[in-house]
């Protein structure tokens, strides 16, 4: 998200380590600011679109879940609804400090010498941040369960549980975002000074904090990668098994699509970021306590991370817009509805049978 005009984080607070300013090097002054890395243009551009993207995907989502009688199609929207309002937030936050700021070109330490705005940035960042990633692993991990055991009624769940799962998700990564608040590591001013974000310098609480936050999104990721492969292997079952029921449903095809398509645009955009964090934070332990200011070239490779996971809230809506069965229908006449999930169960009760496919 980060870009803007570079200043001076002077005054006392600049020059001490414990305060949310001096972990990146600004002697270059505004000379800087012109470059195309630190271009203001980029987090208006972002900004606007992303926006504009959520909103119609939200708008689509509303739309659709009003003619759905499907519980499970229902609570997976609840879930996708939940992750475009999460993007949707994440970009109108960031972008109600970042971009004012490139207008006003104020200098921050003066204005926010207390670091209150910069926390709340930083905890802006790392919230909005870590919640689609915990979002996706909860959404592959409800379709997994709701495919590969159809008829639990575990797997049943109402959009009232669903909405509870989300705000639990949310309620976590609250959490999470609170631990430089509570002590542990601290947000920092990064370059080139418009945006806060967890600091990559080695010492203890900073790299335990880094860690965290990068294994855990590593770990979201990885869990929707083993439960979509086991989804899409499953409903791969169904389409090639020539004893199935031919039911004409096709729901469980669109939704694993629309999940690969979020884990595909997720581990694309954040890992990149997650494993540089890892790697930055590690390669510093030695000279931990000696090192008080992120390299130049760290300060700008994280900015440049930090873009490419701006992309991930762009990219998100468009994946619930265009992969629908309404639209894919349109490009591609030719194709069919497919037989449900039912299908891998063809020993049961006949009355159960029907009952399962009337609901």
Known sequence: WGGGGMEHPNGSAAGRPDTCFGAFNASGGRSHAQTSITSPWFSTAFGLI??????????????????????ARSSFLVFLCGLVVTDFMGLLVTASVIIPYHFIRFPWAEVDPGCHLCNFLGFSMVFFGQCPLLLGATMAGERFFGINHPFSRSTNISKRRAWSIVGMVWGFSCLLGLLPVLGLGRYTLQYPGSWCFLTLLPDTGNVIFCLLFALLGIFSVLLSFIFNTVSVVTLCRVYHDRESVQRRRDSE???????????????????????????????????????????????????????????????????????????????????????????????????????????
């Open 50 to 71: 992303g926006l504009c993207s959520n909103l119609f995907a939200l708008c689509v989502l509303l739309s659709s879940s009003r003619k759905l009688s499907s519980r």
């Open 253 to 359: 095809v669109e939704m694993m699509v629309q999940l690969v398509g979020i884990m595909i645009i997720a581990t694309s955009c954040w890992m990149p970021l997650l494993i540089f964090i890892i790697q930055t934070v590690l390669q510093q332990l030695p000279a931990s306590g000696r090192i008080q200011m992120l390299p130049t070239e760290t300060q700008k490779m994280l900015l440049i991370y930090i873009r490419m996971v701006t992309w991930n809230q762009i990219l998100d809506p468009w994946v619930y817009i265009l992969f629908r069965r309404a639209v894919l229908q349109r490009i591609y006449p030719s194709l069919r509805p497919r037989p449900s999930v039912i299908s891998l169960y063809p020993v049961l009760n006949p009355s159960l049978r029907r009952k399962l496919t009337s609901d």
